[in-house]
DNA sequence: TTATTTGTAATAATTTTTATTACAGTACAA
DNA sequence: TTGTACTGTAATAAAAATTATTACAAATAA
């Protein structure tokens, strides 16, 4: 399991504590103890899905793309979200038993489920909600 | 992400259709097409979690502890569960930096949050009820 | 007593994740 | 217009996690 969604969660978070101004990625790799490289990877992503907004040049930085009471938790695990939420396995099941031949299918519809509870779940919580939380 | 679960349900899914008969962990490895020693691995912590029962020696193999309608698969999630249902990164956040000190407690109480809904949807759904789905 | 099976350890191979290095492109500011 | 401080991304290396393989002791049925 990577740690791709904690980290998502900690860049957001501090862009939204940041309050508007810019932030680099050294800075948040420092904050966050990782790769810089790795964040800003991360936060690559982040502006494909149009959480986050970027400046190059001097003085530019990262922000978030709009305010953080429209952000979802939801919105921010769905940048990273793996193909299967309680892990594939990378076998090809026998498909000349009868149940190797389906079980994928029937793991395929369960997770189908899972995901939309999980995704409700954490829709409930906003970005400015879960940045209140700190001192 | 790891396949523990996928495979542990598949196992239960084949020790179901077993209707009580015991399965030996090399016709099992061939069904889900994975090593037979790690499915051995998955059986014994089964087993420690009381969902398995085992018989060694000549015909000896695996059954279902219990009835399959008395086994929710949030009992089989429990068996394999990750200590972080989002994923972990492995870094430590900076100490100095008043989000990176304190980001660590609130994605930990997230995921006890995302943990219970998630457990309880895996418990509306029991073995038998998720094998049945199969032709 | 032989064959078959579980249980487990040790180790190797493979895959995934993370870190590092390098550098092109952008923008500010002196 | 030149230097500086950023983003963005590619290529590669290092580290960690996952899965496969080999080996063998212990159990038990026939």
Same mark, same amino acid.
């Given at each position: 399991?990577?740690?791709?969604? *904690? =980290?998502?969660?900690? !860049?957001?978070?501090?862009?939204?504590?940041?309050?508007?101004?810019?932030?680099?990625?050294?800075?948040?790799?420092?904050?966050?103890?990782?790769?810089?490289?790795?964040?800003?990877?991360?936060?690559?992503?982040?502006?494909?899905?149009?959480?986050?907004?970027?400046?190059?040049?001097?003085?530019?930085?990262?922000?978030?793309?709009?305010?953080?009471?429209? =952000?979802?938790?939801?919105? =921010?695990?769905?940048?990273?979200?793996?193909?299967?939420?309680?892990?594939?396995?990378?076998?090809? *099941?026998? *498909?000349?038993?009868? !149940?190797?031949?389906? !079980?994928?299918?029937? =793991?395929?519809?369960?997770?189908?489920?899972?995901?939309?509870?999980?995704?409700?779940?954490?829709?409930?919580?906003?970005?400015?909600?879960?940045?209140?939380?700190?001192?």
């Amino acid at each position: 399991m990577n740690g791709r969604f *904690p =980290i998502a969660l900690h !860049i957001m978070t501090l862009l939204c504590s940041a309050e508007g101004g810019v932030l680099s990625s050294e800075y948040m790799a420092g904050s966050i103890n990782v790769n810089a490289v790795l964040v800003r990877k991360e936060l690559s992503n982040l502006i494909k899905h149009k959480l986050v907004s970027s400046q190059a040049g001097k003085n530019g930085g990262y922000t978030l793309a709009r305010s953080a009471a429209q =952000i979802t938790l939801a919105q =921010i695990y769905e940048t990273v979200k793996p193909e299967a939420v309680l892990g594939q396995a990378k076998n090809q *099941p026998n *498909p000349a038993c009868p !149940i190797g031949k389906q !079980i994928n299918q029937h =793991i395929s519809d369960l997770y189908i489920d899972i995901d939309r509870a999980l995704m409700q779940k954490l829709g409930d919580t906003d970005l400015k909600a879960f940045v209140a939380k700190f001192d």
